[in-house]
């Protein structure tokens, strides 16, 4: 999500710190008097985690946050994002809890994001199953395929798109934090409208595709909303083949990410993130590998560069700051090409603030810087990576 800086929340905070002192003051005149808190310190209340919370029920339970936001494209909105914790039968502690993540977002020029993320653990861990569903009708940039293209700003083409994409998997352990199973993929994009439609490259608007594969994940992160320790290694292999409906955009792809957490120093984590995405075959033009996004070198316009392939690796220095805030610091940079030759270096840095709204729940505002002066604010729920 672009530049959504929550501001109201900010104010309301700062309003609410101011009214807690104030409550502070009120109850040392009065002695013994009972004061009820007001409006604003039960709203503090809300957004200040418990930090002497049992660890046991650290994770578990529903957090919400959201406000308006602006951007240039999108306009005036209201976003909305939403965290659940929760354990199935057998799951209890110390095992992490499940995780179901949950976004939503509407404007003034017609943007809708809907999206949902669940990382469900189940029966003692012996069995995962992950899923992911989004809705988007958005108004977007798009500067055609490949980075040559993704570098030109005459290219900038104004475009308005439906997406639908779903995915799931079914995991089983093979070994200690050694998990696989099938998967399943289905999406669906739509071009409503594009400025400039020989950037598509005499592919069609509508493009629907389904894929099935497996996945391999090998996971030892003590918490998946904030690691601070462990591995995690993810491999997901799909075939999207001219016979299950994908017509003439019949290709394989092979997603791979690994990242690795440790302890810098007193407060201090140093994450570590490798991302690679290769499709082959002719993918079309919404499913090729895309650069940018919440998540994956933030700062860059989600699609502006697109292309078979993919490359990326980032370090992160997250530091503790005082109670529930924190910092974050990374650095950047990888590639989008579809051969050897057509390989150019995309830088990426940034930097960001953590607000630990509910124990081991970070709400989280990056600011990125991509190539050429590019860069975004970022708002989310739980860590990027």
């Given at each position: 999500?672009?530049?959504?800086?929550?501001?109201?929340?900010?104010?309301?905070?700062?309003?609410?710190?101011?009214?807690?002192?104030?409550?502070?003051?009120?109850?040392?005149?009065?002695?013994?008097?009972?004061?009820?808190?007001?409006?604003?310190?039960?709203?503090?209340?809300?957004?200040?985690?418990?930090?002497?919370?049992?660890?046991?029920?650290?994770?578990?339970?529903?957090?919400?946050?959201?406000?308006?936001?602006?951007?240039?494209?999108?306009?005036?909105?209201?976003?909305?994002?939403?965290?659940?914790?929760?354990?199935?039968?057998?799951?209890?502690?110390?095992?992490?809890?499940?995780?179901?993540?949950?976004?939503?977002?509407?404007?003034?020029?017609?943007?809708?994001?809907?999206?949902?993320?669940?990382?469900?653990?189940?029966?003692?861990?012996?069995?995962?199953?992950?899923?992911?569903?989004?809705?988007?009708?958005?108004?977007?940039?798009?500067?055609?395929?490949?980075?040559?293209?993704?570098?030109?700003?005459?290219?900038k083409s104004f475009m308005r798109q439906l997406r639908m994409e779903f995915n799931t998997d079914f995991l089983f352990r093979l070994a200690n934090g050694?998990?696989?199973?099938?998967?399943?993929?289905?999406?669906?994009?739509?071009?409503?409208?594009?400025?400039?439609?020989?950037?598509?490259?005499?592919?069609a608007k509508h493009q629907r595709n389904y894929g099935v594969g497996f996945t391999v994940d090998y996971d030892t992160r003590d918490y998946i909303s904030?690691?601070?320790?462990?591995?995690?290694?993810?491999?997901?292999?799909?075939?999207?083949?001219?016979?299950?409906?994908?017509?003439?955009?019949?290709?394989?792809?092979?997603?791979?990410?690994?990242?690795?957490?440790?302890?810098?120093?007193?407060?201090?984590?140093?994450?570590?993130?490798?991302?690679?995405?290769?499709?082959?075959?002719?993918?079309?033009?919404?499913?090729?590998?895309?650069?940018?996004?919440?998540?994956?070198?933030?700062?860059?316009?989600?699609?502006?560069?697109?292309?078979?392939?993919?490359?990326?690796?980032?370090?992160?220095?997250?530091?503790?700051?005082?109670?529930?805030?924190?910092?974050?610091?990374?650095?950047?940079?990888?590639?989008?090409?579809?051969?050897?030759?057509?390989?150019?270096?995309?830088?990426?840095?940034?930097?960001?603030?953590r607000w630990a709204f509910r124990k081991h729940v970070n709400i989280r505002l990056d600011y990125g810087f991509g190539r050429a002066g590019e860069s975004?604010?970022?708002?989310?729920?739980?860590?990027?990576?």
């Amino acid at each position: 999500m672009r530049n959504k800086l929550l501001i109201v929340v900010t104010i309301l905070a700062v309003f609410a710190h101011v009214a807690g002192a104030q409550d502070t003051v009120a109850v040392a005149v009065q002695d013994s008097a009972v004061v009820k808190p007001g409006f604003f310190k039960k709203f503090l209340g809300y957004l200040t985690p418990d930090l002497n919370v049992d660890e046991t029920k650290a994770s578990t339970g529903l957090s919400v946050i959201g406000g308006p936001h602006y951007d240039s494209m999108t306009r005036f909105g209201v976003g909305v994002a939403a965290s659940y914790g929760y354990r199935l039968r057998g799951c209890d502690s110390p095992l992490q809890p499940s995780l179901l993540s949950i976004t939503a977002d509407v404007t003034t020029a017609k943007f809708l994001s809907v999206g949902a993320r669940n990382v469900m653990i189940i029966g003692g861990d012996s069995k995962r199953m992950n899923s992911s569903f989004r809705l988007e009708y958005k108004p977007i940039n798009f500067w055609g395929v490949g980075y040559a293209n993704g570098k030109q700003d005459s290219n900038k083409s104004f475009m308005r798109q439906l997406r639908m994409e779903f995915n799931t998997d079914f995991l089983f352990r093979l070994a200690n934090g050694l998990f696989a199973g099938p998967y399943v993929h289905w999406e669906y994009n739509k071009v409503d409208s594009i400025e400039k439609p020989h950037l598509l490259e005499g592919q069609a608007k509508h493009q629907r595709n389904y894929g099935v594969g497996f996945t391999v994940d090998y996971d030892t992160r003590d918490y998946i909303s904030e690691p601070t320790r462990g591995i995690y290694i993810h491999l997901n292999q799909v075939f999207f083949p001219r016979f299950l409906w994908n017509g003439n955009q019949n290709f394989t792809r092979t997603d791979f990410r690994f990242s690795i957490y440790n302890k810098a120093w007193r407060d201090a984590i140093i994450a570590c993130d490798v991302r690679a995405m290769f499709n082959y075959g002719s993918p079309s033009w919404a499913t090729m590998a895309q650069w940018g996004g919440s998540t994956n070198m933030r700062g860059y316009y989600m699609g502006r560069y697109r292309d078979n392939c993919m490359m990326n690796a980032t370090i992160e220095l997250r530091q503790h700051l005082w109670r529930w805030l924190g910092a974050v610091a990374w650095l950047g940079g990888g590639t989008v090409f579809h051969d050897s030759h057509s390989m150019h270096f995309l830088p990426n840095v940034g930097v960001g603030l953590r607000w630990a709204f509910r124990k081991h729940v970070n709400i989280r505002l990056d600011y990125g810087f991509g190539r050429a002066g590019e860069s975004a604010f970022i708002f989310g729920i739980n860590e990027a990576f």
